[in-house]
């Protein structure tokens, strides 16, 4: 496999290896092996090495001392201390969505919900996972808080790792967000700020639990 320009080799690296353990074929602890990652995409070690940088500043790997590159360790305080803070910034993204709106800017936000609507009868989870940070990213535009919008997307990546490994074991749970996600457009479009903030702490806490009912299946899989 090898990767060319115009994205850099770099990035393109580490976007391949985030997906791998986004969808949990590198698991938690687990080793990145330099040489077998130069030889399985034929890159340069340096190349490697950069990505690998990207990969840490992403939440996704550590680097640590005699061992070099091991998947991050998902772990139960982590991920709390994770889902309250995006619990909050999601609220303020929603609020100011809310606030900010108009006829225009509105639209690719309601035929993104639309999308998501689509796909909640799809096989491919993923793609539904990847739909709604999709309609996060559009949010930003109509939110109008650069620094906000650089928070939420710093954080994305291990985002997508926790609630990937969450939905590949909940069948169901494309129809719970579903619905999430077209109430909290009715909300939005009524400016009802304060309705938000309940629709967002009730989502983030039943995101937050699968992610770590999920978690413990994974460690004990005889369970």
């Not at 995006?86 to 690719?108: C, E, F, G, R, S």
């Not at 639309?114 to 939110?143: C, N, T």
């Amino acid at each position: 496999m090898s990767f060319s320009a115009p994205e850099s080799l770099s990035e393109q690296i580490a976007r391949y290896l985030a997906q791998r353990i986004i969808q949990g074929q590198l698991k938690s602890g687990e080793r990145i092996q330099e040489t077998r990652v130069v030889s399985e995409l034929e890159v340069s070690r340096g190349s490697v090495r950069e990505a690998l940088l990207i990969l840490e500043s992403r939440h996704l790997i550590d680097i640590l001392p005699r061992r070099g590159a091991v998947v991050a360790m998902l772990t139960e305080e982590g991920v709390r201390s994770l889902y309250d803070l995006y619990i909050h910034l999601l609220t303020m993204l929603a609020q100011n969505v809310a606030k900010h709106w108009n006829d225009h800017n509105i639209q690719p936000l309601l035929a993104q919900v639309h999308a998501i609507q689509a796909l909640q009868q799809s096989d491919d989870k993923m793609a539904f996972v990847e739909s709604g940070f999709v309609l996060m990213r559009m949010a930003f535009a109509v939110a109008g808080n650069q620094y906000l919008a650089d928070i939420l997307e710093d954080l994305q990546p291990v985002l997508h790792r926790t609630y990937s490994l969450a939905i590949r074991r909940s069948p169901h749970e494309t129809e719970y967000a579903a619905r999430f996600f077209a109430g909290l457009m009715d909300a939005v479009l009524s400016r009802n700020q304060d309705a938000l903030p309940g629709l967002l702490q009730d989502y983030g806490r039943h995101q937050r639990e699968l992610v770590l009912a999920a978690m413990a299946e994974e460690a004990c899989p005889c369970v």
